[in-house]
């Protein structure tokens, strides 16, 4: 990376330090790549967090009035919600709880009723929850060790849920209860070294039960992201920079993008000199659902083109805040014991009507809350007159801003004042409820102020249903039920906004792609919240952060294509894999030719690439696709490839029409994901009949103990009526082949067989795919589309004789 400030240039920069911006920067970062992470807020050590009232009142993030702390309070229309500034983004008072998105939940409502898939699936993140999960340390509360089995509401809990007849269970927590893996949990134990040191550079202890996860871990129990992923990066070379926030970005001529920044001298509540500018090759926006929704809302007039979509589907993941009071137990007072635990320890699961449950609802979960032990200072009344000209002063700003047009959406100063010395009154139990709730909200700038538009009105029965079953909880337990205050105004409070930049299956729907690329700006991508399409359900943060994970490992796939900003972005040449590919037997024809394909540029050639994903199913022990598709041992195949033509006028004159394949194959019974060594594909091949054609992959892979394998395969394009055509073109009969295995040898034992099909979802991201590179761009692509479309004609076209 270059140190002269001026020219300043780094491989990737990284905007924020949450699940999604942490996540990258390690990824890439561990791959050798020049990493830059732009921190708005401070480092957090443990010891560091703020504890005392004084403290408290200023912990609060609003640098116009010289605030720099860590919690930031914006107000909404219709909700209020509270995010995080500093080295850790929101896993510094997140409740740490790693649960993954339902498998049937992937969905939206369809504007003419049923449901719409997202872009990805279960499947998809699987993989990536299990590398987050294991990164992340996630265990549930050990609930059957001594002394975490004295932990009366996760007690209560239980006993409410089998009252109720209600899932419950200990969901995967992010706090370290044990020294190590393998070990036996214990209260304030030293805990073992990653490996990889600590960003901090001071030793952290097991959690000793003080409620204290969401107001930062003094302890360093909680395993939050500066524990992990961000000392992990910057132990692989990642620069992490706190205190610099990011103002403005655009593409950057040539390529890549410049990102505007300030820093702030945080102890002296000044900026360190006027704005700065670093370059980069991609850009990971991570800055949280307001942060990167904000800076594109105001960066748009650089980015031309960017999707209507930006500022859309805006939700609170369906949070919802009550209280549990008084609980009784045969007229004795019941404990539960708010402040005993991490802040969440067990969780109640409604069932959604999409797991099969006809009639019931949007699904939910329903989890223990909790507040610290040292918190009684918060529980006194009033005591002085100070206190209470405090607490008027921001009551009536709240009651006087409910009848204006625009109100200070930034309420972190106010709550600083109302805390001040202490003046703060909590309630017993929380109970926190989140689901399935309706993103139908608009985020948008109104003078330079970020607004949200949204209601509770459309997720009336979403949220009813978890106030009547919280009802339940407190009946069980004998206690009173309360609302959260703001509830009769139809206010919620959350800490889980989604949505603003949401992915979609095209730009007309979404900002970004399945992998949280900018739709039209290739290196532009987005990895926090803002990118959901929609409520996660659950707590969202282990979804974003495998979201993230899945972005990382596309981005090092691609990272062969140089990176464009602009008409014609830059096709790749190399394996995704970095193997490189051999002479092939499209060399005779000149479709592609040397070992790495090498840039047509300055040769007078035009290249043509796009990328091509496809799924399905093969069975080992049969040699019929379908057979194998079909076979009740089946297991799921899938591949990405790269098709590259390095010559496009040659490519569409020879009669073989053939390219370069590169990428992987990924099928569990052949070693998982493996790289592409070799690989040809043909488009519209003779298939030995005037109304047959074929488009034939040929792919050299070794499976799992290095031994050569070869999928054969084709898409069968058959004279018929144009409703074949979809079919036709999306169905590929693929067999595995022992060993290498050249064109024509049908001598090669076949290992397995079955079919892969391209989802909609899937073909509408390769649409998006198209590159060129070298002279007349357009002109190359205009006549690989009607080259396409006249084979189209001649085998489904009617006959006309």
């Known amino acids: 990376m270059t140190q002269d400030r001026s020219t300043e240039h780094a491989d990737a920069v990284v905007v924020g330090s949450g699940f999604g911006g942490s996540v990258a920067a390690f990824r890439l970062a561990e791959a050798g790549r020049s990493v830059v992470l732009l921190e708005r807020g401070r480092p957090y050590p443990p010891g560091s967090f703020p504890r005392s009232p004084s403290e408290m009142g200023r912990a609060f993030w609003d640098p116009a009035e010289g605030l720099y702390g860590m919690f930031d309070v914006w107000r909404f229309k219709g909700c209020d919600s509270v995010v995080s500034a500093g080295l850790g983004g929101g896993s510094l008072i997140y409740a740490n709880v790693l649960l993954r998105k339902d498998e049937h939940w992937f969905v939206n409502d369809a504007p003419g009723g049923g449901h719409e898939p997202w872009p990805v699936d279960r499947a998809d993140l699987d993989p990536h929850y299990d590398r987050v999960e294991a990164m992340m340390e996630a265990t549930p509360y050990p609930l059957d060790r001594a002394p975490f089995d004295d932990t009366p509401k996760t007690h209560a809990m239980q006993d409410a849920a089998a009252e109720l007849g209600l899932n419950w269970a200990l969901p995967p927590l992010a706090v370290s209860f044990a020294p190590e893996r393998g070990a036996a949990p214990g209260i304030s134990l030293p805990i073992v070294d990653a490996g990889y040191g600590n960003l901090h550079g001071g030793g952290r202890r097991t959690c000793r039960l003080c409620g204290e996860c969401d107001i930062g871990c003094n302890e360093g129990s909680k395993n939050s992201l500066d524990h992990n992923y961000l000392s992990a990066a910057a132990y692989h070379g990642a620069d992490l920079r706190t205190g610099h926030e990011v103002k403005a970005i655009r593409p950057r001529d040539g390529g890549g993008y410049e990102v505007d920044y300030v820093a702030h001298d945080m102890e002296s509540k000044a900026r360190k000199g006027g704005l700065r500018t670093i370059t980069c090759d991609r850009l990971v926006l991570g800055a949280g659902t307001y942060g990167t929704t904000r800076l594109l809302l105001k960066s748009r007039a650089a980015f031309p083109g960017l999707s209507p979509a930006l500022g859309g589907r805006f939700s609170g993941n369906g949070d919802l805040l009550t209280f549990l009071l008084k609980a009784k137990d045969r007229n004795r007072v019941r404990p539960l014991d708010a402040s005993r635990g991490p802040v969440i320890t067990s969780a109640i699961r409604l069932p959604d009507e999409l797991d099969g449950h006809p009639g019931a609802g949007r699904g939910a979960y329903i989890e223990d809350g909790g507040y610290p032990a040292f918190v009684d200072w918060m529980l006194q009344p009033f005591e002085s007159g100070d206190q209470i000209d405090r607490a008027v002063k921001f009551l009536w700003s709240r009651f006087t801003e409910f009848f204006t047009d625009a109100p200070d959406t930034n309420l972190s100063k106010e709550l600083a004042d109302l805390i001040g010395d202490g003046a703060l009154s909590v309630s017993s139990l929380p109970l926190l409820g989140m689901g399935r709730d309706t993103a139908d909200g608009v985020l948008a700038l109104k003078d330079g102020r970020l607004t949200a538009d949204w209601t509770s009105k459309t997720s009336t029965e979403h949220f009813e249903r978890l106030r009547k079953t919280m009802e339940g909880i407190a009946d069980v337990l004998g206690a009173d039920y309360a609302d959260n205050p703001m509830w009769f105004r139809k206010r919620i409070i959350t800490v889980h906004p989604l949505g603003g930049a949401p992915m979609g299956h095209h730009p007309a729907e979404g900002v970004c792609d399945a992998f949280g690329e900018v739709f039209g700006f290739p290196g532009l991508y987005i ?141 569990a019974g052949h070693g998982g994901r493996r790289p592409v060594q070799r690989g040809w594909f043909d488009l519209f091949a003779p298939g030995g009949a005037e109304d047959r054609r074929l488009m034939k992959y040929r792919l050299y892979f070794t499976d799992g103990q290095g031994r050569p394998r070869t999928l054969a395969g084709h898409k069968n394009v058959l004279h018929g009526p144009p409703t074949r055509i979809w079919p036709d073109t999306s169905t590929l009969y693929a067999r595995i082949l022992d060993g290498h295995v050249e064109e024509g040898d049908e001598t090669a034992p076949v290992l397995a067989a079955g079919v892969l099909h391209i989802q909609l ?41």
């Open 761 to 801: 979802t899937d073909f509408a991201r390769q649409l998006t795919t198209f590159r060129t590179t070298g002279p007349g761009g357009p002109a190359a692509l205009l006549e690989f589309g009607r080259f396409f479309a006249g084979e189209l004609w001649e085998v489904y076209g009617p006959d006309l004789d």
């Open 527 to 667: 990895a926090d919240g803002s990118a959901m399409p929609g409520p996660v359900g659950p707590n969202p943060s282990l979804t974003i952060a495998a979201m993230a994970d899945r972005m990382a490992t596309r981005i090092l796939e691609d990272e062969s294509r140089p990176v464009t900003t602009g008409a014609e972005p830059v096709a790749g040449t190399g394996s995704p894999d970095g193997v490189l590919n051999g002479p092939a037997h499209g060399t005779e024809s000149g479709a592609f030719e040397g070992t790495g394909g090498g840039s047509p540029e300055g040769s007078g050639r035009t290249s043509l690439s796009f990328t091509e994903e496809m799924k399905g199913f093969i069975t080992s022990g049969t040699a019929d696709p379908r057979a194998g598709e079909l076979a009740e041992d089946r297991e799921r195949f899938s591949f990405r490839l790269t098709i590259t033509a390095e010559d496009v006028d040659r490519f569409l004159a020879e009669p073989g029409h053939t390219a370069r394949a590169e990428g992987w194959i990924d099928a």
